[in-house]
């Protein structure tokens, strides 16, 4: 095993600043490679495969191998949280995510806890840690308690999550003790990820730009304090990325009033706004327009210039303003890691 002053992303998150920056993609294991296609179609369904721990082990490793990420990020998804907490989780073909029963339909109480459903994920973990190279971070992660509410809520995904919101405007003391179920579990997921071999992780918050400020402030600063709190009392020292994907204005704020050691940033946020607003030496990971790195070429040199030059004098790690598309051809991930790794 590498000492963190061997892993470049790993001493990023700790505030040190590396030039050329680290690197990693969010969705990097993912559709776009033909590898990952051929293992998902000897392994059927989506969460069948996240829940095989040789397989996701496999699809975990797969882009660390082609492209020598300096972060590999564990394969599974934010939704393995509602089902351990007792909803039944299926994914659709070209449909998405299907939770069962919708909590806008029942009590949260009636639910029962099935936690075991995690195991296989630490096992994941585990099979991971033993197999990277010494020199790359391993980054677990978790949904964070607003977006994995909405779909519990709703039981799928929508676009303008308007059930959860109207549930936490007119039943709040309701509304808060699924945020309190998530944000609790989640603590115990994240721990057991630390103790089965991950170096950092990163809480999601996919669906924190469909917030008023106030709602905002109570519903994912104030749960995702809470976690950090928490979890930095299990597991000293072990970095935390907070991604409020939409936060835009509110980002500063949320650097603050979380703690979090390092935060995401997606792609419509200017860099230089971001570099100019956030607390002076906080790490910021991003921002790269995931459809610049689908068009390639001088569109895509372009913005990687850009982003690495607002962040020019910051703990810098580069990354997507959110996941890799399918359609990207490897070669432009080829490209961008070329461009990035440029001094």
Known sequence: ???????????????????????????????????????RATKGGFLELCYDPEAAAEVTLQPIRRFGFDGAILFSDILVIPHALGQDLSFTAGEGPRLSPPLKDMPLERLQRATERLQPIYETVRRVAAALP???TFLGFAGSPWTVATYMVAGEGSKDQAETRKLAYLEPE?????IDAIATLTVEYLAGQIA??????????SWAGTLSPEQFARWVIEPNARILRELRARCPGTPII???????GKLAAYAEGTGVDAIGIDETVDPRWANA???????????LDPLALLAGGE?????????RAAFAGRPHVFNLGHGITPEVPVAHVEQLLEWVKAR
Not at 174 to 178: E, K, Q, Y
Not at 277 to 287: A, C, D, M, T, Y
């Open 277 to 287: 607003v956030l607390p002076e030496g906080l790490p910021v990971q991003g921002n």
């Open 174 to 178: 309701r509304f808060g003790a699924i």
């Open 134 to 136: 010494p020199e790359t």
């Open 242 to 248: 907070g991604f409020p994907k939409g936060a835009g």
């Open 299 to 307: 569109t895509l040199e372009r913005a990687v210039k850009g982003i």
């Open 1 to 39: 095993m590498g000492s963190e002053t061997d892993r470049p992303l790993l001493a990023v998150l700790k505030g040190e600043r590396r030039d050329p920056p680290p690197v990693w993609l969010m969705r990097q294991a993912g559709r776009y490679l033909p590898e990952y296609r051929a293992l």
């Open 196 to 205: 089965a071999g991950v170096h950092a992780v990163q809480l999601f918050d």
